[in-house]
């Protein structure tokens, strides 16, 4: 659920350290219940932007609120309506699961007969019933983030802040994290988030702020951040890895600039349309060099991030099994 008022408003925020300029007059709103997704690279800025919204530091100039609520002059009732899950993770491991949820709960006052009940169901709707009176020290990094992360969801924030949440884990943790920011999102909170995971912030974002050395680069949709890129590109997927150099060779024989080469062959422009798509498979095909598929693609993250000049296309960047197909207009049987 969606509604046109920000949850979160940050007006002109400038942060400084000393003489060192952390945030430049940095502006942007999260709407409520989508993700907003804080992308940039280590010291852009992302997590003191979190930390003010948060209420943990004032800005030095600028104004940050919640809800309508100011974070310094309101700064109890923001607190009341927002949680914060920071990088390290914040549990205490020689307790259980089980444990380490009912304190948090009686510290936020709520208590009585039903809780330890209430606190199994939370601990089961991350899966991890089974393991809720293990020590959180045997968990492994996925188990004891989504324990993190549902922690901070005892207090029923309205505003989740997620610090970098999937770092450090495997995929199929990563997966698992994602599974569940996107569930929150869903159940109607609002999600602020900071990576600098490019297929990160493309399986989760709505919206999406990119941040370069304290300053805001970007801001808005995922739909407007990719129209402003305006590039797609054709994507063609070899049955040999090896025949990339012909058939990089042979498309630009045939006037495509363009030509990206790693596991498969990528030509991007302004005006890919779907003639393209079929003269390539055609001229590949007549040369002799077998492809799986040929496909076209809208602007990626990793394209708006090398577009706004953060360099190209990141290297073992994992594909969201729920994200965003390509359109398929060619493919040998």
Request: hydrophobic fraction near 35%; proline fraction near 3%.
């Amino acid at each position: 659920m969606t509604t046109d008022e920000p949850q979160v408003s940050v007006d002109q925020v400038t942060a400084r350290f000393g003489r060192t300029t952390i945030l430049d007059g940095i502006s942007l709103c999260a709407p409520a219940g989508l993700v907003h997704v804080l992308l940039g690279h280590n010291g852009a800025g992302k997590s003191t932007l979190l930390k003010m919204v948060s209420t943990s530091i004032r800005p030095k100039r600028g104004r940050i609120s919640v809800q309508g609520l100011d974070t310094v002059a309101d700064r109890r009732r923001v607190r009341q309506r927002i949680a914060l899950v920071r990088q390290e993770v914040q549990l205490d491991l020689d307790a259980s699961g089980l444990d380490n949820i009912r304190l948090q709960a009686r510290l936020l006052g709520h208590d009585g007969p039903g809780l330890g009940r209430r606190c199994r169901e939370i601990l089961a709707s991350v899966g991890l019933e089974e393991d809720s009176d293990k020590l959180v020290r045997v968990y492994s990094g996925g188990m004891r983030r989504k324990l993190d992360i549902v922690l901070a969801l005892v207090g029923a924030p309205s505003v989740l802040l997620l610090d970098e949440p999937t770092v450090g884990l495997d995929p199929e943790s990563k997966y698992q994290v994602w599974e569940l920011i996107r569930r929150i999102s869903t159940e109607g909170r609002t999600v602020l988030m900071s990576t600098q995971q490019l297929d990160e912030a493309q399986a989760l974002a709505d919206h999406i702020s990119l941040l370069s050395q304290g300053r805001l680069v970007v801001s808005g949709s995922v739909h407007e951040i990719r129209a402003s890129v305006g590039r797609r590109r054709v994507e063609v997927l070899l049955q040999q890895a090896r025949h990339a150099q012909d058939a990089r060779c042979l498309l630009r024989a045939h006037g495509y600039e363009d030509i990206d080469v790693v596991d498969t062959v990528r030509l991007t422009g302004t005006s890919v349309s779907e003639d393209d798509v079929h003269r390539c498979a055609r001229l590949l095909q007549e040369a002799g060099v077998l492809c799986k598929s040929v496909s076209i693609h809208p602007p990626s993250i990793s394209d708006v991030y090398s577009h706004y000049g953060y360099g190209g296309r990141v290297t073992g960047e994992q594909e969201d099994p729920h994200g965003d197909r390509p359109e398929l207009i060619h493919s040998e049987a």
